[in-house]
């Protein structure tokens, strides 16, 4: 394997906790601890009935044995740090911290009775297990995500125990170690709160099902037959490396995962009919990102959002579903307009796979996906149901193609069981694994929550629209930017959870101020969108250093044009706080909402062909503000009413001349392509 392929692999093993090498018996530990919690999260979704806080607590207790045994207190030690940080076998101290995180994971559910009793004063036990809680929860989550939660962490924690201290604009009356313990770490208020609920109850499975998927092979089936549809096309390894990663991010929540999964074969391809390395490299991280944003998985943050809006989680698709797959078909057009400036084809027939041979060696993976989304959309059953129901099915099906493979050879079905099982424990290896980083992630993230919690809420709103100057729109900027920032070094769904705790309620509370109705989920999916862009953020993101690692590309300057690509989905956010129809939001009929969804599209097309200079030949500089007008109309309709004033009972006749202005300048583009070729 060549050295780029180890480096974006190395970065996908830090995501994942894979950094130690252990001993054989070493492995089988981590796998065996690993096959457990596998096994506990299934038993929670079928026949195991415990209590929400025994389930964080065991759910947070296997993501801390999983950790402190498989990464390194440092990731790459000097020499004189091996003994205690060794990458070749597990040394004793972390046997220690990973025996006693778990226990103090667990002490909240031990005797919850008598803790209940003591609530508000707490033993001088609990107040040991309570701060060793906190204090191994966040070396945890420095192992494995690094130190920028850890830090924020730590500021909230010191403003809690400091604000009497501050600023008069910033005081706070403060609280004692007793009574942020009981909040943090002693009850569900803060560690154990929603976020490590959703965590433990829901996100697991899916996790676990895009892991059994991987294991089994559905990644190179998703590659195979998105080629095998497009890439004949212009520019058709890029679109087929669109549609890969969407259907990669259907059950995956990672970017870098998506990248690795599919990159390590778009990208070459690519590259092979002219992509520049930097443009490559970009197409899949653009793609690889949005695949968050495709329900069901959303980045785990999908079920987290309908708990803080307390509504059913198939609302959450519904809001999502016309924003990611504008997204997703604005990014086609990025690349049609990249490989049409470029003068590229797509790849020789005799290249491509065929597709009804691809559809019949793979079409068992896609049953899974058909029967969960069947089962969320028709049935309407919880999301836990669906998802263990689909992990069953898979199971079945993995079992039974290798059983149909081993007699098609000739071979022992004793042979074909026995392969199916190892391909299932591989997949509940690497689900376990895969998931180390969002429980500790929600988890330390819960404890931002629950300081805001403690009464800084309001301290911080006061901040927030002090900054903002009440200024709405100033207000989603700095929640854009704050983002963003979070997001260079946390994980998408800890940023999600901080951002949404912070100004989720403001931007609603700000709006209603100034006449401008905020729906909670709009506020919501606008901190979850710009925690998604994050990833490809210069000068951080590492799904941009992942893929570059793939192409050989400069990783800023892959960063940058990712960046430059996504501007497209970027944009989307603000649009749907302005116009809330863009998420669905009080919209029942089915063709309202597909000429939404239509128009959206052709607003998104006009947004990129407006910033990346190219229409169906190269943008006139005038051209560029009727573009600009046209996506402002297609994505808003009321927007130009509102400004002028005007009654909004009519907006969407508005359609019409966002319409006009696209095809106008599309039929002005095509008569001076005509002129310019009669003239020569």
Same mark, same amino acid.
Request: overall charge positive; glycine content about 6%; hydrophobic content about 50%.
């Given at each position: 394997m060549s050295r780029m392929h180890r480096s974006a692999e190395e970065i996908l093993r830090e995501e994942t906790g894979e950094i130690r090498t252990?001993?054989? #018996? /070493?492995?089988y530990l981590i796998g065996v601890i690993a096959v457990c919690w596998a096994l506990f999260q299934l038993s929670l979704a079928s026949f195991l009935i415990l209590d929400g806080t025994t389930v964080r607590a065991v759910h947070l207790a296997f993501a801390m044995l999983i950790l402190f045994l498989s990464v390194p207190v440092v990731k790459r030690p000097p020499s004189w740090m091996r003994f205690i940080s060794a990458t070749d076998k597990i040394p004793v101290i972390d046997y220690l911290f990973a025996v006693t995180g778990a226990y103090a994971a667990v002490y909240i559910v031990l005797d919850p009775e008598a803790l209940a009793f003591r609530a508000g004063d707490p033993s001088r036990m609990d107040v040991v297990v309570g701060l060793?809680? %906190? %204090?191994?929860?966040? /070396?945890? !989550? =420095? =192992?494995?995500?690094?130190? $920028?939660? %850890?830090?924020? &962490?730590?500021?909230? !924690?010191?403003? $809690?125990?400091?604000?009497?201290?501050m600023p008069d604009f910033m005081a706070f009356k403060g609280v004692s170690l007793n009574k942020y313990l009981n909040q943090i770490s002693l009850s569900t208020e803060g560690i154990y709160g929603i976020p490590l609920g959703v965590s433990a109850s829901i996100v697991y499975l899916y996790v676990l099902l895009g892991s059994m998927l991987d294991k089994a092979g559905a990644g190179k089936f998703f590659i195979d037959m998105a080629l095998s549809l497009l890439g004949r096309f212009k520019g058709g390894p890029a679109k087929a490396a669109i549609v890969a990663s969407g259907f990669t991010g259907l059950v995956s929540g990672s &970017?870098? $995962?998506?990248?690795?999964? !599919?990159? !390590?074969f778009t990208i070459p391809l690519m590259k092979k009919v002219g992509y520049p390395a930097t443009k490559a490299a970009a197409t899949e991280v653009a793609a690889s990102t949005d695949g968050q944003l495709m329900p069901p998985v959303m980045g785990a943050a999908a079920f987290i959002i309908a708990e803080y809006v307390n509504v059913p989680y198939i609302e959450v698709v519904k809001a999502a579903a016309i924003p990611a797959f504008v997204s997703y078909f604005a990014l086609f057009f990025v690349v049609h307009l990249e490989a049409s400036k470029l003068g590229m084809k797509g790849l020789p027939k005799e290249e491509c796979p065929n597709f009804v041979e691809t559809i019949k060696g793979g079409m068992h993976y896609l049953i899974p996906i058909f029967m969960l989304i069947y089962e969320l959309v028709v049935l309407r059953h919880s999301p836990e149901k669906a998802a263990f129901n689909a992990i069953l099915l898979l199971i079945a099906i993995i079992v039974? =193609? /290798?059983?149909? #493979? %081993?007699?098609?050879?000739?071979?022992?079905?004793l042979d074909a069981v026995k392969n199916g099982v190892g391909l299932v424990i591989q997949g509940f290896i690497g689900g376990s694994r895969n998931m180390v980083s969002v429980a500790l992630a929600t988890a330390s993230a819960g404890i931002i929550v629950g300081v805001v919690s403690m009464g800084i809420g309001g301290m911080i709103t006061q901040i927030v629209e002090t900054l903002s100057q009440g200024n709405v729109f100033l207000l989603l900027f700095i929640t854009a930017i704050a983002s963003l920032l979070l997001g260079m070094g946390l994980p998408t769904t800890a940023t999600y959870i901080v951002m949404a705790s912070l100004t989720a309620p403001i931007i609603v509370e700000l709006g209603a101020d100034y006449g401008l109705v905020v729906p909670l989920m709009a506020a919501h999916l606008f901190c979850f969108y710009f925690g998604i862009l994050a990833d490809d953020t210069p000068p951080v993101g590492l799904a941009s250093y992942a893929a570059a690692a793939l192409a050989d590309s400069p990783p800023i300057a892959t960063g940058i044009q990712g960046f430059l690509y996504d501007l497209r989905t970027a944009v989307i956010p603000f649009m749907f706080v302005f116009n809330p129809d863009l998420i669905l939001d009080n919209i029942f &009929?089915?063709?309202?909402?597909?000429?939404i969804f239509v128009m959206a599209c052709l607003g998104a097309f006009a947004f990129t062909s407006a910033i990346q200079g190219w229409f169906i030949a190269k943008n006139k500089l005038w051209e560029v503000p009727f573009l600009l007008l046209a996506a402002f109309i297609l994505y808003h309709p009321a927007g130009l009413l509102e400004i002028f004033h005007y009654p909004?009972?009519?907006k969407y006749y508005m359609y019409i001349p966002g319409v006009l202005l696209f095809l106008g300048i599309l039929g002005e583009q095509r008569l001076r392509l005509k002129f310019s070729k009669a003239a020569v």
């Open positions: 252990p001993r054989q #018996f /070493e492995k060793m809680t %906190v %204090v191994f929860l966040l /070396e945890a !989550t =420095r =192992r494995s995500i690094g130190p $920028a939660l %850890v830090f924020i &962490s730590l500021v909230f !924690t010191a403003y $809690a125990f400091l604000g009497p201290y &970017s870098i $995962a998506n990248i690795v999964t !599919t990159g !390590t039974i =193609r /290798e059983i149909f #493979f %081993v007699v098609k050879k000739g071979k022992s079905p &009929s089915w063709k309202l909402g597909i000429m909004l009972d009519y």
